[in-house]
């Protein structure tokens, strides 16, 4: 999926200004009546199950007796906020926030906390590796609730939804017992991997929320037969909603909050204790990057020396700023080292994905990458035409091993760039 990107300036750090000006409000969106019958009909068929209710009833109460709840949102492009201006107080994570604090605590409470993780263009490959440092922001953060968005992300999951049980499972086992909730958003050609990815819900009895299910049959009809909301005034784009999509989809999330807080307590179950439906191989996997490597790897860096400053941005939380994704990475520049090395990876791991910049910049070229000197993948940064992170799976097996890898230009690219983001490995 397409998301919003933007670039840092050199000397500006990890942060940039957000730009106001890349997406459009919606039509009639003042006038859009949120409480008519036929609205709430549809927010109703957008629960797709309401799955065991005791980790959610849970945050609820806690939420009620006024102790601090953190609510946390991890996905695409859409969780981003892409489509909603301003995408920080628009996008429907902070309506889903806004809708928890009105619902359950007390008026002058200050105790719920957001996070929110989306990234633009990638898919649960890459968010299973994002989860502790954008999610549990290195153990300091404990959700309460965790809100996992990738059904028209993963498309471009080499794993086919290993990566995304892997992901539900590693915020399902944290000590805290948070809820998982999935959240199945929807292309404009009524297109999502609903199909794919909702066995894993139902396998562990999960909350989920469609907005496949909620939209796209009534998007067929016409006013007098019952249709709510136009393609045009719910999508900004082919991709991501505007304003009032962003408000659909918080208030479908507010209906599974409001049914769960009327039901009855269900009886409390061990999710973990069930055997994968796709698989749990990536459920262990650490982000290895330079800040950490040293303690983890042995890595010669050869002409790979560089911070590449140049990075996608993401709008994190409810932050009026872009934060650069992926900042302690290694650059290959041509012509700065004597003989332009490679780059060489020495690591003990049973799985290993890359994790590498794309860029629309004509300056970047294509690298070659060799396991244990056999040459497995090239990467090339210009395929997808704009900056971007790219996870690509280089080991997957069971057996944890020693392994080599080395990262060298293609023939012929040696006077380009190239960026490794960092690593996520097994081990």
């Known amino acids: ?35 008519s019958p036929a609205y709430l009909d549809m ?15 849970q945050a609820i109460e806690k939420a009620k007796r006024g102790e601090p709840v953190t609510i946390a949102f991890i996905g695409g492009s859409i969780t981003h906020g892409a489509g909603a201006t301003p995408i920080h107080l628009q996008c429907y994570a902070y309506h889903t926030y806004e809708h ?37 922001r290195d153990g300091s953060v404990q959700p309460d609730i965790v809100i ?17 049980e892997s992901l539900v499972l590693k915020a399902l086992a944290s000590d805290n017992i948070p809820a998982v909730i999935l959240l199945f958003s929807v292309f404009k050609n009524d297109w999502n991997l609903q199909d794919r990815l909702a066995p894993v819900g139902y396998h562990y009895d999960l909350p989920m ?16 037969e019952g249709r709510v909301i136009t393609k045009e005034e719910y999508f900004h784009d082919i991709y991501h909603p505007t304003n009032t999509g962003h408000r659909i989809m918080a208030d479908a999330l507010a209906n599974l909050f409001r049914v769960t807080d009327c039901s009855d307590l269900d009886q409390e179950v ?12 990536y459920m262990n996997v650490k982000l290895l990057d330079r800040q ?31 934060t650069a994704l992926f900042p302690n990475n290694w650059m290959y520049i041509a012509g700065e080292t004597a003989g332009d090395k490679g780059f060489r990876l020495h690591l003990r791991c049973s799985r290993l994905i890359l994790i590498f910049k794309d860029s629309g910049s004509e300056l970047f070229g294509t690298a070659h990458i060799k396991v244990d000197g056999k040459l497995v993948k090239q990467a090339d940064p210009r395929q997808v035409n704009w900056t971007h ?30 960026t490794i983001l960092g690593f996520g490995y097994v081990n």
């Open 1 to 35: 999926m397409i998301g919003n990107s933007g670039d840092v300036d050199q000397n500006q750090g990890t942060h940039a200004p957000r730009d106001p000006v890349h997406v459009a409000i919606s039509p009639n969106e003042d006038d859009f009546d949120y409480d």
């Open 43 to 57: 927010i109703d068929r957008s629960l797709l199950s309401l799955g065991n209710n005791v980790r959610l009833k």
């Open 100 to 136: 928890f604090k009105k619902m359950f605590t007390p008026l002058d409470s200050n105790t719920i906390e957001l996070i929110k993780a989306g990234v633009g263009g990638t898919p649960s490959e890459l968010g299973v590796i994002r989860y502790e440092r954008d999610v549990l």
């Open 148 to 164: 996992v968005e990738f059904a028209v992300n993963d498309a471009d999951d080499e794993t086919r939804g290993n990566c995304y």
């Open 209 to 224: 929320v469609s907005m496949k299910d909620a939209l796209v049959e009534q998007f067929q009809k016409t006013n007098d």
């Open 270 to 281: 061990n999710e973990l204790t069930k055997l994968p439906i796709i698989g749990n191989d």
């Open 292 to 322: 950490n490597a040293e303690q983890i790897a042995d890595i010669y860096t050869g002409s790979f020396c560089h911070t590449d400053t140049d990075l996608q941005m993401a709008d994190m939380d409810d932050h009026a700023y872009a």
């Open 389 to 418: 992170c790219h996870a690509m799976i280089l080991i997957s097996h069971d057996d944890v091993d020693e392994h080599v890898i080395e990262i060298d230009m293609a023939p012929g690219h040696e006077d380009k760039r190239f």
